[in-house]
């Protein structure tokens, strides 16, 4: 036959530019808020949408340490005065109380104060209260310090600013040395930055991260070393490994691919041929998932690119099965009928990814679903006039000697039990444990985790993982829900099931809660009474608290604070965390701290209205568990479906056993695998079993094909190890990453793989003729 490669150079060309315009209209997402779950009850919705865009995700924990204490003390307060600086950052800790040092928020707290002060003494102005106030003052007159407490002294006899300002003390107990704050071993300098810039704003949050090396550099550490940690370092450092790891294992899955496939079929033709399917499913398969999620993830698109060795299964069985010279009908009307039922069961197979319900898994069984069903359509309906006109085939065709004798190993299939068995007392030594940390799921090595941990433990910062959220209509609404909270909290303090709380209102009290203070003030005839009578005795001339009844009278006019008013003032990022507005509302947080009975906290505020009680823990296992469930069932159902169809279209009990046993036999041994390297059993397991399950599918409805001669058993023997050391080798490059989630599907993959093409030519393939010649 004459060859005529032009249409097949023509269908490459049009592949290719189609992939290339697909590629450069959808980008790649890979910050982690896409990989996220929305969550299924009102806890854990509101829980990750926080991850993904709350203010918690914008902050930076910093450490300086390999350098002498007083050291690391200088290169901290250098860093703290040059981002105090920076407009990229909204809040810049490291000992220091900047408030108390702002003028401009100072004076808005003593002009508030007598409104926000907690403590009532601060407002009682009888003349015996007064009269202790006084005296109290006149001490601090007569101290060293005369000059600084002067004016506040008389201003402020009764500490109310001081009470104030001691209540909007960030909640840190670190160490505290020079004014900066230390870890207990006093060998780390910290910090707690917090970023303008939402976390997941990767643009904006690495040039904050380039400001702090700045000021680091800047600040001549020497030895010094500077660590960095928190939600916004985690999304910046993720996307740029991630954007590695598909670089890395674009080229290499192509270098590995052609490289197999130039080996098997020696043409180039062959590669041109096999590209059209690949580059048609691969652009589909992204312009899918951006119709269903809306973006396309970094890990679906390494998860696909990975796919380069299964997706070109199809073209490669087609090719694979022709022999030179024979028409495009021949080939297919052999081998169609187990490669559409092969397509079939596989997609069956990923039902559990798609509808998991976690996005980032959906994505990936997505992507894997709508590759698959491409790569098998271009292959079943374009490919056999491509290749007949190139006239494709391959190098190596007929029966072989080394294929015959292994064939004669099928005669020992019966011991392909003695594998299952170890695999089931593999079971009864080290029993498989179900994973149910989220965290399996998460791009962040776990080394990063524990510097995140390390570092908020030297802070002493509350434990997060407790929450009691408060939903309102109104910021008004929230401030007095937590007010109202107040006296049930107390009590639990009071028998010990927390230490206390820090929440909104203790830094900006609701407006009804400045109301009832500020009706509370006496009238300037009253108090000027008061102050004659408690300063009598007292060394204080007349007048000298003048400016302190015309500060209470000026309260007694002002209109509440709001967090509008706050909102142009050093106080607005103390306040947002705890109080902020959604979509749906207004929320507040109330971080308990040291919570010892988390039973009595939740039991205590389970009735209130609006309010939600959390641990943090518990909800992500609950998730965790949910979507397990989720996955389980769908697949169960899968495979179900996968069973109906294979029994419609073998219509052979012997054959359906045959291959059933195959697919079975490698899943338990993967599993036992699994448990021997003590590997809690995921959701990416599970997702990766799936995925196994459709390769093992292929491989045996392959094997367990009815095989016409001895030349028709070598060319599936051939294809289907090509198409089995493709598969391997890409998914094994998966293991190089630094994302662990893709680690974790490379390995599980590629190992599965691997044990379905050795079970499936054992127990699916049919035994070797007796009476059989073979050629060399």
């Given amino acids: 036959m004459r060859r005529n490669p032009k249409r097949l150079a023509f269908a490459l060309l049009v592949s290719a530019l189609l992939a290339a315009v697909v590629f450069a209209c959808i980008p790649l997402r890979v910050d982690m808020a896409g990989f996220l779950p929305q969550g299924h009850d009102a806890g854990s919705r509101f829980l990750f949408r926080e991850v993904r865009g709350g203010v918690a995700a914008s902050i930076i924990t910093v450490g300086i340490d390999r350098a002498p204490p007083a050291e690391l003390g200088r290169i901290s307060r250098a860093m703290q005065g040059a981002l105090s600086q920076d407009t990229r950052f909204s809040v810049v800790l490291n000992g220091s109380f900047p408030m108390a040092d702002n003028a401009s928020l100072r004076d808005v707290l003593f002009t508030y104060r007598y409104l926000l002060a ?157 590209g059209v399917p690949f580059l048609l499913s691969l652009a589909v398969a992204m312009v899918v998932v951006r119709v269903c999620f809306g973006s396309v993830h970094g890990i679906a698109f390494g998860f696909g690119m990975t796919m380069l060795g299964v997706s070109l299964d199809y073209p490669v069985l087609l090719i694979g099965h022709r022999d030179a010279g024979e028409g495009p009908q021949a080939t297919l009307r052999r081998i169609a009928p187990s490669l559409r039922l092969a397509v079939a069961t596989a997609v069956l197979g990923l039902t559990g990814m798609i509808l998991c319900g976690l996005p980032g898994i959906a994505q990936l069984g997505t992507f894997a679903a709508a590759g698959l069903v491409t790569a098998a359509v271009v292959t079943l309906f374009i490919m056999p006039r491509l290749i007949v006109a190139a006239d494709l085939a391959p190098f190596i065709s007929g029966p072989s000697a080394p294929l015959a004798r292994a064939e004669r190993l099928r005669r020992w299939r019966g011991l392909c039990v003695l594998p299952v068995l170890g695999a089931c007392a593999i079971f009864l030594i080290r029993p498989l444990v179900m994973e149910t940390d989220l965290t399996a799921l998460s791009p962040i090595p776990p080394s990063a985790r524990a510097l995140d941990q390390e570092l908020r433990r030297g802070l002493g910062v509350p434990d997060s993982s407790h929450l009691i959220v408060v939903r309102g209509d109104s910021p008004q609404a929230v401030l ?291 009476s059989a010649t073979h050629s060399l």
């Fill in 118 to 274: 907690p403590d009532p003494a601060t407002r009682d102005f009888s003349s015996t209260a007064l009269a202790g106030a006084f005296a109290r003052a006149l001490d601090g007159l007569q101290s060293a310090a005369e000059p600084l407490f002067l004016e506040l002294a008389l201003r402020d006899p009764t500490g109310a600013l001081f009470d104030v300002l001691r209540h909007l003390q960030p909640d840190v107990h670190a160490r505290v040395q020079d004014g900066v704050w230390f870890a207990q071993d006093g060998n780390r300098a910290l910090m707690l930055l917090r970023t303008k810039a939402a976390g997941m704003n990767l643009a904006a949050q690495q040039a904050a991260q380039d400001a702090i090396r700045t000021a680091f550099a800047t600040a001549r550490p020497g030895g010094a070393r500077l660590l960095l940690s928190g939600p916004a370092i985690f999304a910046v450092q993720s996307a740029h490994d991630m954007r590695a790891d598909i670089e890395k294992i674009s080229i290499l899955s192509l270098c590995l691919v052609i490289g197999v496939l130039y080996w098997r079929f020696r043409s180039l033709w062959v590669l041109a041929a096999i």
């Fill in 480 to 770: 007095r829900q937590e007010e109202d909270l107040a006296p049930v909290l107390a009590s639990l303090a009071a028998h010990g099931a927390l230490a206390g709380v820090e929440d909104a209102a203790h830094i900006l009290p609701s407006a009804a809660m400045q109301d009832q203070r500020r009706a509370l003030l006496p009238d300037d005839a009253t108090l000027a009474a008061a102050i004659s009578s408690a300063q009598a005795g007292l060394p204080f001339r007349p007048g000298s608290f003048d400016r302190f009844r015309a500060d209470v009278a000026a309260a007694r006019a002002l209109q509440p604070l709001t967090p509008a008013g706050l909102a142009t003032t050093a106080l607005a990022p103390a306040l947002e965390p705890l109080l902020f507005q959604r979509d749906d509302g207004w929320w507040g947080i109330v971080l308990p701290e040291a919570v010892a009975d988390y039973a009595a906290i939740r039991g205590a505020l389970a009735p209130v209205p609006g309010v939600m009680v959390l641990d943090l823990n518990q909800e992500i296992s609950a998730l965790t568990a949910y979507h397990t469930r989720l996955t389980l069932r769908w697949t169960a159902t899968g495979m179900a479906a996968a069973l109906l169809l294979l029994l419609w279209g073998l219509r052979d009990v012997g054959r359906l056993w045959r291959v059933l046993s195959a697919v079975g036999a490698a899943m338990v041994v993967l599993l036992a695998i699994l448990a021997v390297r003590g590997v809690p059993l995921s959701l990416i397991h599970l997702v990766s079993m799936q995925f196994v399950l459709g390769v093992g599918l292929d491989y045996a409805l392959f094997f367990a094909r009815p095989q016409l001669d001895d030349a028709e058993r070598a060319r599936t023997m051939r294809t289907l190890l090509t198409c089995n050391v493709m598969t391997v080798l890409t998914f094994a490059l998966l293991c190089l990453c630094h994302t662990p989630l893709l680690r974790e599907i490379g390995w599980t993959v590629s190992c599965g793989a691997l044990l379905c093409l050795i079970f499936g030519f054992m127990l699916a393939g049919q035994a070797a003729p007796n």
